[in-house]
């Protein structure tokens, strides 16, 4: 036999043998483990794949696997795995994996329609998310479109599509009326457990329909669904706290007199009602009596935190009648007990009417307030040391000889600014405390 004769033959079949690819009927079996009671390949042939995470080529077929979904509370719940059955490309097709990409399960109930619009509603700023920015009015309509159900992720988290349609502000003088599909996942821990209160949104579909032109202060004017879910929840937090019957407050001292007394006396959800009261229109947010900005937050939450401290209240560190130590018109400084720190307050006239001309029916409203307490383990405990009614026993005229030297060394809060002018300790010797001032303004 010629060998040369049989080279060409041999070279033309080579190539063949380095293509061969695997065959449907073997991916369905490599695919049949146990459990599995389905498998389908997608429609197509087999591909060959570059796959550069592992430099080299591969054989690729995008698969359907049924198998029981494994939830012990509902035993006949399937899963549909969406993947790709992957082997290795050469002389050898032997089955390298199969990649996962999504899992479908069915067989699990789900809420009725009207349970997650109840649901959606119940969760309407995560749900409207970024649209509540830009939208003016409520929702046209919240709907589930026809023919399209729930699509199971997990046991415990389903996707379930809704039809919406509102007006939006799409530029400084326009407003545009909007539809948009939305497909909104919900989660819960367990099959047994409750749905989370977070949700995502995320856009599918969307058009823009009828665009209406206003001058621009009136569009800005209109207010946002954000900010009217806001103004909604606000006024329900404040409605939950507690009454403050505040009394007539005709000088700056008597506010003064009254917050102190309010900080020792009340309890953290009073003080938190009387300030939401009392606090100057520059900590809300423009328009609103209700929502604070973020310096208000900041005031209200410092002053509570630290008057209320868990491990030493105001209360325990300063006395009944404080001592003065640094006042002028609308702002006092007084001492707590031992000397060592002391809560800044101002205020000033606000609000009211025009009447011929003249401004009537202004309030005294807190325009500044800084709480200061020891914080300090060491001091801390040096003012639990007191016996009942010793710390205070001088009712203000001035610390127990024992305390030290004034300092703001381990308080919170930090430095006023504000100077005392020597003010504090001129007061404090000649021992006008705070209800001496009051009652001899």
Partial sequence: MNVRSLLPTLLLTLPLVALAQPSDQQIIKDL???????????PGPTKKEWHSAHAQYMWDRVAYVWRNAGVAEYPDATVKITGIARYHYGASTSFREFKVAENEYFGLPAPSKEEMIGMIRERYLDFLDWRANDMVGDLHYLRIPEGEGVYWHTPNSFTIPVEIEFDAKTSYTDLTTI???IDVRFYRDAVDSPW??????SSRERSDGEVRTYPADELAAMPTMKRQLQEQQAQAELDALPAVDIPDLERDVDVFLYTHKLLREGTREQVEAYLMRMLHESYFIEGSTTLLNANGVRLVNNALDRAFAPKSSYASQYCPDPAVKHQQAG??????????THTRMSVAKAGGTWKNGQKVGETWKITALEVWTLTKPDDIARINSYEPGMLCRQNGSS?????PASTTNGTTGSSTGASSSGGGNDLLNKGKGLLNKIGKP
């Avoid at 989370?196 to 949104?201: A, F, G, W």
């Avoid at 610390?399 to 305390?403: F, G, I, N, V, Y």
């Fill in 32 to 42: 049949t483990k146990p459990g599995v009671t389905k498998v389908e390949l997608s």
């Fill in 179 to 181: 539809q948009e599909k």
């Fill in 196 to 201: 989370k209160d977070n949700i995502v949104s």
């Fill in 331 to 340: 702002m006092m400084e007084w001492w707590n007990a031992t000397q060592e």
């Fill in 399 to 403: 610390a127990p000889a024992s305390s």
